[in-house]
């Protein structure tokens, strides 16, 4: 299989997407990665080029661009090279750590949604805390800031395939993020959503979830609106954030009792940072396109580019798109017979 | 003054209620309570009946009970009485650790909006771990399922004369929650309640803030519809509460220097969960009815019953209600002007 890497999305582009691509190179010996980027900023970074071939660009999207205007203009930068290879059949699957408009932009434009989804859904893994799993996924988490019935049902077929493939979980347990466990509980838009979910019978619909519960692993799928999950979900990670760093502050400023419990505390500190760290588990994935697409977080080092990438590999693997892409074909033509 | 208080509202009670009416009553010597419930079960915890009224009531509003219809059928209910005496204006306040649908539709139905106000906001406020402030005030957290534009251009309004008002600070910050920083994020409301906001001169509006800056102190005010607010506001204190679980979790299942190093930290985990606890700053607010209404957790216990009376308190003496009652016929003078 053949991975198409954005070498100059990042932060760190393209010294840790370099670094990533060789950690998952050695790991997965029948995978081969083309890296779009400047060639000789790529070579710089570069220790063996095994299986890594290096198309080179010569401008690339930046995190400040206007998504959509960058992708239709700029149409030789790495991203869209990338895509471009994706959409021609010379790759498999599309990697990039930058602008995040600009990646749902052109997977959207260029590599194209799949027939009979209306809109693709961010998808991310979070930590369960609890309950059977380590992890839940969750969609949409912002590529639709408005979102109707239908593409929240659609987000759900999304989920459970991802679920089930990728994650390997068997019959994922849904639920519809809502302010409220009963049914008849929120909006219009969450009132009817809990309906339709409910008589989806390829679904294991388990109800609502509140989003006190989120990380309490009491779902597979979480399934919500792109406006309210992406408030939850950066609410999630900046109360985390915010608590360790009040917890950190506080030890500072106790006197040497609380400075010597917190190094005796350090390896009880590493294990609670490994559990809430779900970098592990991949980046956002845009579900519902005709190729996996993978987004790692801006500021990624090497380690988490190659996890994401080993996600893009898995979801290759396991076929996902072309699975889903029968799904939605198959309903459709369903749907057409009623 | 005097506050009208729902004796059997809440987990524990009438036994918390009346405790915490007490240590009200010892601390305000200007203030009356005036207890709705039953008579006998009142007086089993009550040591001193100075300047406690009871009003026995036969019957109360349960937590399972359907809001709207409960205010409509248990007339003689503890606080359906008690709304009715704040409506009569024989006492200044409501107070309620009861059913909080039930509260939102007795202070809709029998105290009454204020004139120019189209939906009262639930208002909570949360603790600000930087910046300037020790906490922060945020609306609606849910008493409104779906949100117009020129709702949330009155929650910022009601937010604005709250913490000026009741938590004391000079020129509030207002910021709408929104999925990004620009001004053009967001869905259609988001964006039209952000140029809504950006024109009334009257606000001291920063613009958007993202749910993961929430604890960090930036804004005094965080305007937001009730879906998004009570999402936000569960996951707040969801992720807070699973995250120190995790690690106490942790410590318990680390060696003898893990626990060790606990015991040692346990003064700072006493700072930080007492920096992470709202209920000293009282109860959720309905803000835009006739009257100050304050509802305090289910839970209670006689502490935070304490602190959500003298929240109530607060609003009564600095005539919160009257000051927007106030505000928005001036403000509907003003536009019939135009």
Request: glycine share 20%; no cysteine; net charge negative.
């Given at each position: 299989m053949k991975l198409a890497v954005d070498?100059?999305?990042?932060?760190?582009a393209p010294e840790k997407v370099v670094q990533g691509v060789e950690l998952a190179r050695d790991e997965f010996a029948d995978t081969k990665f083309i890296l779009f980027g400047k060639e000789d900023q790529i070579r710089k970074y570069l220790k063996n080029g095994e299986r890594i071939t290096i198309v080179h660009t010569d401008s690339e999207i930046e995190m400040g661009d206007e998504p959509v205007r960058a992708v239709r203009q700029k149409k030789t930068s790495s991203l869209v090279l990338a895509a471009q290879s994706v959409k021609d059949g010379k790759t498999d699957a599309l990697f990039s750590a930058g602008n995040t408009g600009a990646l749902l932009a052109a997977s959207l434009f260029i590599i194209g949604r799949i027939k009979g989804i209306d809109r693709p859904g961010m998808t991310t893994t979070l930590p369960?805390?609890?309950?059977?799993?380590d992890s839940f996924t969750m969609l949409?988490?912002?590529?639709?800031?408005e979102s109707k019935v239908k593409n929240l049902q659609q987000f759900a077929i999304l989920g459970n395939f991802y679920s089930s493939?990728?994650?390997?979980?068997?019959?994922p347990r849904i639920a519809l993020l809502n302010n409220?466990?009963?049914?008849?509980?929120?909006d219009t838009l969450h009132k009817e959503t809990y309906q339709a979910l409910a008589k989806d019978s390829n679904l294991n619909f388990v109800g609502n979830i509140e989003s006190r519960e989120?990380?309490?692993?009491?779902?597979?799928v979480v399934v919500t609106d792109g406006f309210t999950g992406n408030a939850v979900l950066k609410n999630t990670e900046g109360t985390a954030l915010s608590l360790l760093k009040l917890i950190k502050h506080s030890i500072l400023d106790s006197g040497v009792q609380g400075k010597l419990g917190g190094l005796m505390l350090k390896p009880v500190f590493k294990v609670v940072q490994d559990k809430m760290d779900y970098s592990k588990h991949g980046g956002a994935v845009l579900l519902g396109v005709k190729a996996p697409v993978v987004k790692a977080h801006g500021s990624s080092n090497e380690t988490q580019i190659y996890h994401a990438l080993s996600q893009l590999r898995q979801m290759v693997d396991t076929n996902l798109t072309t699975n889903l892409a029968d799904y939605f074909a198959t309903r459709s033509e369903q749907n057409k017979e009623i």
């Open positions: 070498a100059m999305g990042g932060d760190y369960s805390l609890a309950g059977p799993q949409d988490v912002g590529a639709n800031a493939n990728v994650a390997g979980i068997t019959n409220g466990a009963e049914e008849d509980k929120g989120l990380l309490n692993g009491t779902a597979d």
